[in-house]
Every structure is written in structure tokens, then in C-alpha cells.
């Protein structure tokens, strides 16, 4: 069973719109985070939260808006999609801060 | 230029045969992990060092921190082992805990 569940797995928006990527993860971590892949860059660190708090942020952009309801969810709300922002997005988490992290299977975003 | 440099780019093996792969890094790293990406895209968690060497079935990996670099050994290669391979860091020091990656390893193995 997966750990670390993400919603939805594959998701289609249109340049302009706001999409809310899901993240829930089961396995009692308190350091959840969002990374980035896309064919134009490797994989890349978005944020991190640690009991809630955001610790980093390494997203230039305030479009790409991190959102935590409960201790184990993790949403990425994204406004005003542009083409670029087309990627598979990782939620990932760990036990604490720089310990071994665990990824979830992503969402790829395509944005048309 | 990129902290976590990471060879060969692609690699092609014939099955039972091994390989090394290695990612160098440019500044002083606290722990590393490995990870194979599969045809579905999932990241599959291989090894998690702070140092010295791990072994896992066909699998071993060895980080040295005091020279900035880190293996994963590939033996008796298999065809479910096809897929890219990365390796992940976190620096030194550092109050969060970013991982950041190398541009992954291709491999191929071959029947």
C-alpha cells in the first residue's frame, strides 16, 4: 500500500487556471515537501514543512502556494498555470529534517 | 555549476554483468541517498548513507564525505534493474533539509 498518496495521479489544466495538487502521507512524518521534475530540469526541491511550519522555499514564484490542513497533508495550490509549469510534482517526507526521505509517485501537470 | 555531479549519463549492461555509477559533489554533503526511478516514474528509495558502506542483495553504495563523493554498485545486473538511477544529497550544515540531485543515470541492461 502506498505510503505517501498523492491526487490526482495525471491532471490537464488550461494556461490562466488554478489547479490544488493532493498530498497525504501515512507513514507518522513530521517534514513533508514538494519537488519538481520536468524534462527541461532535473529533479528539484520546491519547499519543506516541518510541523506545519514552512522551513524553506526554494519556488521563485508566489504562484506555487504550499497549503497544510493537518499534520500529514501537504497541498501545492498552483494559480495562473502557465506552460512552463508543466512537470511531475513529488510530495515527499521524511521522519525529521535531513533524515532519509521518502517520495510519493507524483502528479504530472500537463498545462495546455 | 552543479553541486551534486553525477556519471556516466547513460549506461548500457548486459544481463550478469556489473557496473559502478558515481556522483561527485562540490561542496561538503551531510548524507546522500540513491534512488531508481522506474518506467511508471515512481522513486523506488535504495540507500540512505551518513556514511561509510551499505549493501542490499545486488546492490552496494559507499559515501565519503571527506572526499565528496559517492558509488552505487551494480552486480549481476537484472532487466528489472532498467530504469534511472539518482543520487540526492543534503549539505552540510544546512538548517533544512533540501535534498538536491543529480541529473540521474540511464541504465539499459540487456538480454
Known amino acids: 500500500d502506498p505510503k505517501i498518496i498523492q491526487k490526482p495521479k495525471y491532471l490537464v489544466a488550461v494556461t490562466g487556471s488554478e489547479k490544488i495538487l493532493i498530498c497525504e502521507q501515512y507513514?507518522?512524518?513530521?517534514?513533508m515537501y514538494w519537488y519538481r521534475q520536468s524534462a527541461k530540469k532535473p529533479l528539484e526541491f520546491m519547499f519543506s514543512y516541518s510541523y506545519q511550519k514552512l522551513m524553506d522555499n526554494q519556488t521563485a514564484s508566489s504562484r506555487f502556494q504550499p497549503q497544510s490542513s493537518k499534520k500529514n497533508h501537504l497541498d501545492l495550490q498552483i494559480t495562473a498555470l502557465k506552460p512552463d509549469d508543466s512537470a511531475t510534482y513529488f510530495c515527499?517526507?521524511?521522519?525529521?529534517?535531513?533524515?532519509?526521505?521518502?517520495f510519493g509517485k507524483g502528479t504530472r501537470l500537463t498545462v495546455v | 555549476g552543479d553541486q551534486v555531479e553525477q556519471s556516466p549519463s547513460a549506461l548500457s549492461l548486459h544481463e550478469g554483468t556489473g557496473s559502478a555509477l558515481r556522483c561527485n559533489f562540490t561542496?561538503?554533503?551531510?548524507?546522500v541517498q540513491w534512488f531508481q526511478q522506474n518506467s511508471r516514474g515512481s522513486l523506488i528509495n535504495l540507500f540512505y548513507l551518513a556514511s561509510g558502506t551499505k549493501e542490499n542483495g545486488r546492490l552496494k553504495s559507499t559515501f565519503n564525505s571527506k572526499e565528496s563523493y559517492s558509488t552505487l554498485h551494480i552486480r549481476d545486473a537484472q532487466l528489472e534493474d532498467s530504469g534511472t538511477y539518482f543520487c540526492?544529497?543534503?549539505?552540510?550544515?544546512?538548517?533544512?533539509?533540501?535534498?538536491?540531485f543529480g541529473k540521474g543515470t540511464k541504465l539499459s541492461v540487456k538480454s
Open positions: 540526492a544529497a543534503g549539505i552540510s550544515g544546512g538548517s533544512n533539509a533540501k535534498l538536491t
Open positions: 515527499a517526507s521524511s521522519q525529521g529534517q535531513g533524515l532519509e526521505v521518502f
Open positions: 561542496t561538503t554533503m551531510r548524507a
Open positions: 507513514l507518522g512524518h513530521n517534514a
